[in-house]
């Protein structure tokens, strides 16, 4: 007999679906008895939970795509985890390590190993939290999409979008540590003061102000973007669209502006990546998993030495996390969202 015979667990499910706007009445907590575990599985006692925005999309009916299914209805919402292990049928995985891997908004799950999942050493010097945020999804979709599609060289000029989300808000700092003038897009005059004094960003854009967003960028950026970082989508992309510089690279991280919509918002400016020889590219983080250890190596450098900063917007109890992932969508959080449902020892 496991000791998930003994345990009930707690879940985030989705209730119904959303038809415009995510609200966190569609979600509800609920719980079940954990059977006990095969052979080659494990126990996860979850302490971190990553709130990231592109989970949105696959809550809608009809989402599956070549990359994940639909969440099914009732059923415990994905999400990356960071936790550890408190019984085991896996010797790969063994009682007392600390995991990071993609389960589920839950306050324990059962793995067998696959599915991003990671051991990971908590007295390393990093806080625990940073391997949801610089050292996990976050900064590894900022590090890969910038180095990998953007090739950012000295004296490129990056603008990012979501400048003050999770990955939004690591991108710029890398790329400054590259040489690069950076410019972040934001919805406020107070996230703009943030992005440029404590995230070091040479030019934010509030991009809901009176001056139309265009004109904004064309005086930030005379000669043309070098390099976009999308995370937005639609309109937005379209906009930017209209001010590339040559060989402009454009790296489609997300699509946050769209993930509510009925339908996608067209782009209307295509013809722009021919006449400036542009490129865009899609990706996903886990599409460089080979590469993450050299990734980590690097960034946790650049944050001993002081030169990257990952700022935390956190939550506490299971209770919280269908407010705070609404809450992110819409823009109200600053830096990389995580609910804290037990401080790792």
């Known amino acids: ?36 575990l095969k052979p080659g599985e494990f126990l996860i006692c979850n302490h971190i939970l990553s709130l990231d925005a592109g989970f949105r999309q696959w809550m809608n009916a009809g989402a599956s795509d070549n990359y994940l299914s639909e969440m099914p209805l009732g059923e415990a919402v994905q999400s990356i985890i960071l936790g550890q292990v408190v019984d085991s049928l896996n010797e790969d995985y063994p009682t007392g390590v600390y995991v990071v891997g993609r389960t ?23 806080s625990p939290e940073q391997y949801l945020s610089a050292l996990g999804p976050s900064g590894m979709t900022a590090y890969f999409g910038l180095t990998g599609i953007g090739q950012p060289t000295a004296c490129d000029t990056i603008v990012v979008s979501a400048a003050a989300g999770g990955v939004g808000s690591l991108v710029g700092q890398m790329a400054k540590i590259l040489g690069c003038k950076t410019i972040g897009l934001t919805s406020s005059d107070e996230k703009c003061q943030w992005l440029t004094t ?17 004109e904004q960028i064309q005086q930030a950026a005379p000669d043309g973007v070098d390099i976009y970082f999308d995370n937005v989508g639609g309109e937005m992309l379209d906009t930017i669209m209209q001010h590339l510089a040559l060989n ?11 993930y509510d919509a009925d339908k996608d918002t067209g782009i209307y400016n295509l013809w722009q990546l021919v006449t400036k020889r542009a490129r865009a590219e ?47 969508l819409e823009g109200k959080n600053t830096g990389k969202s995580l609910v804290i449902l037990k401080t790792p020892q």
């Open 282 to 328: 899609g990706f996903m983080f886990s599409d460089y998993v080979d590469q993450y250890l050299q990734a980590s190596q690097q960034l946790a450098q650049w944050i001993n030495d002081g030169l990257l900063k990952a700022p935390l917007n956190l939550s506490y109890g299971l209770e919280a996390t269908a407010q705070s992932f609404c809450d992110m």
């Open 104 to 126: 589920a908004w839950q306050d324990y799950s059962i793995a067998d190993g696959s599915d991003l999942m990671s051991i990971i050493d908590i007295d390393n010097g990093v």
């Open 248 to 258: 402009a690279r454009l790296v489609l991280c997300g699509a946050i502006s769209q």
């Open 198 to 214: 404590e995230l070091g960003y040479d030019i934010a854009i509030n991009y809901r102000s009176a001056t139309p967003l265009l």
């Open 1 to 36: 007999m496991t000791k998930t015979q003994h345990i009930t667990a707690r879940h985030v499910v989705i209730k119904s679906r959303p038809d415009s706007a995510l609200m966190p009445e569609h979600f509800e907590i609920t719980e079940t008895q954990l059977p006990a």
